[in-house]
């Protein structure tokens, strides 16, 4: 009688088996993948179909917007705003002197625009922007230079300083070398010259403040330049002579209302008749001086 066995056996797997299980669970792994790819293109799909219907609205809406669109009527342009000088004086004409309270000093105000223009060319603008260059930065002197020829003026633009200083005189100041070496000072170099017998009458045409004040110099040209006043008694003359550079002149013009906090003018020219006549030189503040400038008194004209 045989004996059973106390174990019971398998049968093996063989390497088919195997193979057919990896076989199925690519089939799976690609069957997921190509479901996830055509899921990820539908979306593709819908974000771009709404992407241009997007657009198509906006551009029906532009369309729609600019046919029904009124015509308006061209702005016009509004007025410049012109800002007054802020006075700083504010109070003061009720401020209460002393009988003997001393009348205040004169005060030397030279020109804050000093520029040329030429009418043989009416458009250019000279702009005088001298300049040089230090161990401590850009240095701008004030000297400015005057130039006076046929066809060439010289504007000056002055801005009247203090309370009540409202009577100016314009000067004229031309040191002689006598002076300067007597004193033991610098000779200031002045070009003056005319052909023969021609009278050396320097005109000073009062300009309208109005345009005075509004001067641009980076634009001042002949075409440009303010208007001079037709009033009686608004130019001074100064009359030199070959002479003058050498042996100096101060001349004073009548005496003319500055009201305060206010822009005067002058364009500085030669007499019609003055042929060849030229002047030309640099204004310098230091002594001995040389220079246009107005002075300040108290009180009005």
């Excluded at 771009?48 to 369309?63: H, N």
């Excluded at 000088?85 to 504010?90: A, L, V």
């Excluded at 520029?115 to 005088?128: I, K, L, M, T, W």
């Excluded at 001067?215 to 002949?222: C, F, G, R, Y």
Aim: proline share 10%.
């Amino acid at each position: 009688m045989p004996i059973p066995s106390l174990s019971t056996s398998a049968p093996l797997l063989r390497d088919t088996d195997y193979e057919l299980d990896d076989r199925d669970d690519g089939y799976y792994k690609r069957e997921r993948w190509a479901a996830a790819g055509a899921n990820t293109r539908n979306s593709d799909r819908r974000a771009i179909f709404l992407l241009v219907f997007a657009s198509l609205v906006s551009l029906m809406a532009i369309a729609i917007n600019l046919l029904h669109r009124a015509p308006t009527p061209p702005e016009a342009p509004s007025p410049t705003l012109k800002l007054t000088y802020p006075n700083p004086y504010i109070g003061l004409e009720l401020a209460v002197l002393p009988p003997d309270a001393p009348t205040p000093k004169p005060i030397v105000n030279y020109p804050l625009l000093l520029a040329q223009v030429n009418a043989s060319e009416p458009g250019r603008a000279y702009v005088q922007t001298p300049h040089w260059d230090s161990t401590f930065g850009m240095v701008y002197p004030e000297d400015r230079e005057v130039i006076v020829e046929d066809g060439v003026s010289t504007i000056l633009q002055f801005r009247t300083l203090d309370f009540r200083m409202e009577r100016c005189v314009l000067s004229l100041e031309i040191p002689s070398s006598a002076k300067a070496d007597a004193e033991g000072l610098p000779h200031k170099r002045v070009t003056l010259s005319s052909d023969a017998n021609a009278p050396l009458e320097l005109h000073f045409h009062m300009l309208d403040p109005t345009s005075t004040e509004s001067i641009i110099p980076n634009t001042l040209s002949w075409h440009s330049r303010p208007a001079r006043l037709d009033t009686p008694n608004a130019d001074a003359i100064f009359r030199l002579t070959a002479s003058t550079p050498i042996e100096g002149a101060l001349l004073h013009s009548a005496s003319f209302a500055c009201p305060e906090r206010s822009v005067v003018g002058f364009e500085m020219s030669w007499s019609p008749d003055c042929a060849g006549c030229k002047l030309r030189f640099v204004q310098d503040h230091k002594a001995p001086r040389l220079g246009v400038y107005i002075t300040q008194y108290s009180g009005t004209v």
